[in-house]
């Protein structure tokens, strides 16, 4: 399974984007499917994460903000990011966690960088 982000860019704050995580390979259902954010010099954190089940939950941070879905035929989850601040600023990785053989085992994505002017 190997995830690829893209989407992200340089945008000016009150904007949007819409970042996608595409799965290539053989995947299991996954059961979490996770947008992370790593601000500069900080540690990664979570921001959205969506259950098998269709059970969203968001960070504080982007709470209002942020849409986490998922086009299950093909394989790809969406963050999209609605009214944009600077502090969004940074790297975004998904993260899926699959079960295999009675076993959680995550994939992350190379991330991709998004930077937000004032």
């Known amino acids: 399974v190997q995830l690829m982000e893209s989407g992200g860019g340089s945008a000016q704050a009150g904007g949007s984007l819409r970042l996608t995580c595409t799965a290539s390979g053989r995947m299991p259902t996954p059961v979490i499917m996770g947008w992370y954010h790593q601000a500069p010099g900080k540690e990664r954190e979570q921001v959205a994460r969506?259950?098998?089940?269709?059970?969203?939950a968001y960070a504080d941070s982007v709470k209002d903000r942020a849409t986490i879905s998922r086009d299950g035929a093909k394989n790809v989850i969406f963050l999209q990011m609605n009214d944009l601040k600077p502090e969004d600023t940074g790297v975004y990785f998904c993260n899926i966690v699959v079960l295999i053989e009675d076993k959680l085992r995550g994939y992350w994505g190379q991330g991709t960088q998004v930077t937000v002017s004032s």
């Open positions: 969506m259950t098998h089940g269709g059970n969203k």
